[in-house]
């Protein structure tokens, strides 16, 4: 396959721990031709998707661990599959990058733009009320106050589009910061924030579980540091592997035939204390961690998986002709 990855500068990557570095070597190991661009290359001339792209070669290696061919610019028709594994925000500049591989023609993006543009990775969750925990999104700070001194115990608030943990708040009755906190997050009321009940089992960590095509691929477990409510891999916390509970096999059958149904084929679902929280779909990580936990790849079975559903792509297109 010619398969095309818009991504955040290659050159940032960390090759130990990066999940599209995962994807590019397993796919160059299968024998795919790879290219890389940013969104900043992607582009529309008429009714068609094009990009400016190069091809692009990689090895774990950390002094020399990828090499760019000549820039060229390329139809995304033109390309088996394109990966859109460009890092959040979803900002103005993401979303519309989403809107111009809507004109990939055949190819497969992974993910389906239109899924990933509807999918907010907060609120989406809710479409699953059964196995969240108590949740408000909302942009009212007296009625979260208000929430909170009738619960009478912690709550979490975070930015419905944050990502990587950043603005996570713990609040608690007791605290003369809550009304800042708010005040700052909501931008005085003009944004909305998630807020939950607190889970005690957040200490011992929150489980990512990756999906593909639907079903769960694997899983770790993230555990905060000592002085942080957040297990984020980036922001320090400890990851180890772990099976998946039979409530959590059941947060997946029910959510996985949703995920497939909106063309979210590659996704990773948090999960604290058996409540789902968060549906992530953008730019998952993990399979590094997996892979080197467990011994078995993520990134080939997400290859193996593309590899089949291009081929049953093209079966379809010659079967319509």
């Known amino acids: 396959m ?65 090499r760019l061919g000549p820039w060229v610019d390329a139809r995304l028709g033109d390309f088996d599959s394109i990966w ?6 979803v900002d103005r500049a993401y979303l519309h990058a989403t809107h111009l591989l809507d004109l990939a023609g055949d190819a497969l993006v992974v993910n389906n733009p239109t899924g990933v543009r509807y999918a907010n990775e907060k609120i989406y969750a809710l479409q699953f009320p059964e196995f969240c925990p108590e949740t408000r999104v909302t942009r009212d700070i007296a009625g979260i106050r208000r929430w909170l001194a009738e619960k009478g115990e912690p709550l979490i608030v975070k930015p419905v589009d944050g990502h990587g943990g950043a603005g996570i708040f713990m609040l608690r009755p007791d605290d003369r910061n809550v009304a ?42 993230r555990t905060p540091r000592e002085d942080d409510n957040r297990g984020n891999i980036h922001v320090g916390g400890r ?48 399979i590094r961690e997996v892979a080197k936990l467990t011994g078995f790849d993520p990134g080939v079975a997400y290859v193996e ?5 291009v081929a049953a792509r093209k079966a379809e297109a010659v079967a319509g002709a």
């Open 84 to 89: 859109m594994r460009k890092d959040p925000p």
């Open 239 to 286: 990851v180890s592997h772990v099976e998946l509970t039979p409530r959590e096999q059941a947060i997946c059958a029910a959510v996985g035939p949703r995920l497939v149904r909106d063309g979210l084929w590659f996704v990773g679902l948090d999960v604290i204390g058996g409540y789902l929280t968060e549906i992530n779909v953008t730019s998952p990580t993990g």
């Open 305 to 309: 998986w593309v590899e089949g559903a």
């Open 180 to 221: 800042s906190i708010l005040e700052t997050l909501t931008e005085d009321g003009a944004r909305w924030v998630m807020v939950q009940q607190y889970i005690p089992e957040a200490r011992e960590g929150d489980k990512r579980i990756i999906m593909i095509d639907g079903k769960p691929c694997g899983a770790i477990l």
């Open 2 to 66: 010619r398969i095309l990855v818009v991504m955040d500068p290659v050159e940032r990557v960390n090759i130990d721990k990066d999940t599209t570095f995962g994807f590019m070597l397993a796919a160059q190991a299968r024998g795919h031709e790879l290219f890389y661009c940013q969104i900043e290359h992607l582009s529309a001339r008429g009714g068609e998707g094009w990009a400016h792209v190069a091809p692009i070669t990689v090895q774990a290696e950390h002094h020399d661990f990828y």
